[in-house]
């Protein structure tokens, strides 16, 4: 079956401008023949539109170029058809392509969705909402409204997201259900992952892989903001290791489980967060692992560098 790829752009994502990317397509895919169209991310997230150009015009790949939110829009929209997904990393914190261990380099990305070899990954519900690889309660979800409502992105403004409400964080009150187990907590923020990314290359749980059929499940409970720091940076850096039954009832000060359904009763009602924006919260949120959720296109073995095409400097 012969290729056809639509790229979506999200011109809005990260910091850098998008205004090389069209050229870069239309070279790569001119090289090797392949039919190509480019559009942008509908600004109103409506995919109606994109869907009836994929089904009428024949395309197989889909190819994002965006952040996690943008992937996370333009897979749930879309992964229902019969398509492969590639990206070229151009958001903020790319926790999806770096996972994935897709190239930051655009030429190098651009590379590999050329190759078009594709594997199933898994992803999730957040109360039937689609989610790619990341969910959080509490302070990283503040944090997140915070980052969407300044309009600029970039990670030094994302940092300054963090200092300001960290300053004024407070903890909120949990109670987490799985594998037919139950815990009460007070926390300062419950990350979701179905990868072991949290962004700009930290690692928020370390044992999360992108298609296992699991959920890892980071609660950061509460004490004082000072040990918070220190355990937390231990985190992002693969420092906690998973918990067995009996550790989880002792006094740990971070909690690391991995189940492939979990429920959260929200008693306070924290914020929510989904692939990093901001989402609607609940009094009860379910999150359930969806196996085999779509194709993406990722590395196979080791990728020749400078396959397909000159691929020029940077990584």
């Known amino acids: 079956m012969s290729r056809r790829i639509l790229f979506i752009i999200n011109p809005i994502a990260g910091t850098r401008s998008k205004r090389h990317l069209p050229v870069l397509i239309e070279q790569a895919c001119r090289k090797v023949e392949l039919p190509f169209d480019i559009v942008d991310s ?11 150009m994929i089904q009428q015009n024949g395309f197989t790949d889909v190819a994002i170029a ?19 997904f590639g990206i070229i990393p151009v958001g903020s914190g790319n926790g999806l392509a770096r996972a994935a261990r897709i190239p930051m380099n655009p030429l190098r990305a651009m590379s590999l969705i050329v190759i078009g070899r594709s594997a199933p ?21 503040a944090v997140a409204a915070g980052f969407a409502e300044m309009g600029q992105r970039g990670l030094l403004n994302y940092i300054r997201q963090v200092i300001r409400h960290f300053r004024k964080a407070t903890t909120y009150s949990f109670q987490l259900e799985w594998n037919n187990q139950q815990i009460a907590v007070k926390a300062y923020f419950i990350s ?11 690692t928020i749980a370390p ?5 296992d059929g699991l959920l890892d499940v980071v609660v950061v409970k509460e004490q004082s903001k000072s040990s918070v720091i220190g355990r937390v940076i231990k985190q992002l850096l693969g420092g906690y290791r998973l918990l067995d039954e009996a550790e989880i009832k002792e006094k740990k000060r971070i909690l690391y489980i991995q189940s492939d359904r979990v429920t959260i009763h929200n008693h306070d009602n924290a914020p929510l967060h989904i692939d990093g924006d901001p989402a609607p919260t609940a009094e009860q949120i379910q999150m359930e692992i969806l196996r085999d959720a779509f194709l993406l296109i ?13 691929l020029g400097d940077g990584d």
């Open 42 to 52: 509908p600004k109103d997230g409506n995919y109606d539109r994109i869907r009836s």
């Open 66 to 84: 965006g952040g996690d939110g943008t992937l996370s829009a333009t897979i749930g929209a879309l992964r229902d058809l019969p398509v492969q």
């Open 121 to 141: 990954i898994d992803a999730f519900t957040v109360n039937g909402r689609f989610a790619c690889m990341l969910s959080g309660l509490g302070f990283d979800a």
């Open 192 to 202: 979701i992952a179905n990868s072991n990314q949290f962004g700009n290359g930290f």
């Open 207 to 211: 044992k999360a892989s992108l298609n």
């Open 298 to 310: 990722r590395p196979v073995g080791k990728m020749n560098k400078r396959s397909i095409f000159s």
